[in-house]
């Protein structure tokens, strides 16, 4: 059992305890960083450059294949670096980084999904709290270019925002960092540690206030249902409701 699940309601869990300690923790989130700002920063500059392609003139289906083609490799590096790190503990055989279709966890789900409203007036109130015209700008264009009806554009983003994303970022917030967290201190601090590290990753002030609350919602569902699938379909749901709403907002 994780500390502190035995007298927390909604917390209790029978996740198994994990055989690293936090210098493995430090490891894994320092490599998961590093890639994620050399692919980001230092690898798709290198690349456009190579191909003598500047990034701003990119045609609308140009970019969306570059933000696909960066999610997947965001992805591969995401679970390359938890198998390489901690394949020597067999994490699987220990019930860690679950993965259950069976169960009764589409119901909770569905009642997770219930908070998007609430988690979208906090997205509200957070952009007017700390207004960014990049912000405004990056959501314009992504309309403009959902809006043009190109189905490889938008295929493009809804498989980055409905698939790739949200598998990295569940295994390496929910299937690692949460657990690892949960064996130093009472699951309630996991859980709200886990989902600052969440919103402060995104390096965005803008939205931190509901990607913290977002990645509680998604660390409860995990450790109620002890499933990865149940979070990841979550963070899948909200993307595509924060997309279908950009797209159907009215002008």
């Known amino acids: 059992m994780l500390r502190g699940g035995a007298g927390n309601g909604?917390?209790?869990?029978?996740?198994?305890?994990?055989?690293?300690?936090?210098?493995?923790?430090?490891?894994?989130?320092?490599?998961?960083?590093?890639?994620?700002?050399?692919?980001?920063?230092?690898?798709?500059?290198?690349?456009?450059?190579?191909?003598?392609?500047?990034?701003?003139?990119?045609?609308?289906?140009g970019s969306a294949m570059l933000h696909l083609c960066l999610d997947l490799c965001q992805l591969g590096v995401t679970l390359g670096i938890l198998w390489s790190c901690l394949r020597s503990y067999?994490?699987?055989?220990?019930?860690l980084f679950p993965v259950r279709l069976k169960g009764y966890w589409?119901?909770?789900?569905?009642?997770?999904?219930?908070?998007?409203?609430?988690?979208?007036?906090?997205?509200?109130?957070?952009?007017g709290w700390f207004p960014n015209e990049l912000d405004t700008t990056w959501c314009n264009n992504l309309e403009n270019s959902l809006s043009m009806g190109d189905?490889?554009?938008?295929?493009?983003?809804?498989?980055?925002?409905?698939?790739?994303a949200p598998i990295w970022?569940?295994?390496i917030f929910r299937g690692f960092l949460l657990p690892s967290?949960?064996?130093?201190m009472p699951t309630p601090a996991a859980v709200l540690t886990s989902s600052v590290v969440f919103a402060m990753c995104h390096f965005r002030l803008q939205i931190f206030f509901p990607l913290l609350a977002l990645g509680v919602v998604f660390s409860l569902v995990f450790i109620r249902t002890n499933n990865l699938i149940p979070p990841i379909l979550l963070h899948s749901a909200w993307n595509m409701y924060v997309l279908l709403n950009l797209v159907l907002r009215p002008g």
């Not at 067999?90 to 019930?95: E, Q």
């Not at 189905?151 to 498989?159: L, P």
């Open 10 to 61: 909604i917390l209790r869990t029978g996740l198994p305890r994990v055989p690293w300690k936090l210098d493995k923790v430090f490891q894994v989130m320092t490599l998961w960083l590093l890639a994620y700002f050399i692919i980001g920063q230092i690898g798709v500059p290198l690349v456009l450059d190579a191909l003598g392609i500047y990034r701003p003139e990119m045609s609308v289906r």
């Open 90 to 95: 067999r994490p699987r055989r220990l019930g």
């Open 106 to 127: 589409i119901l909770a789900v569905a009642l997770c999904c219930a908070t998007f409203p609430a988690v979208d007036w906090l997205a509200h109130q957070n952009a």
């Open 151 to 164: 189905w490889v554009t938008n295929a493009a983003y809804v498989s980055v925002v409905s698939l790739c």
């Open 169 to 171: 970022e569940e295994a």
């Open 181 to 184: 967290l949960a064996r130093y």
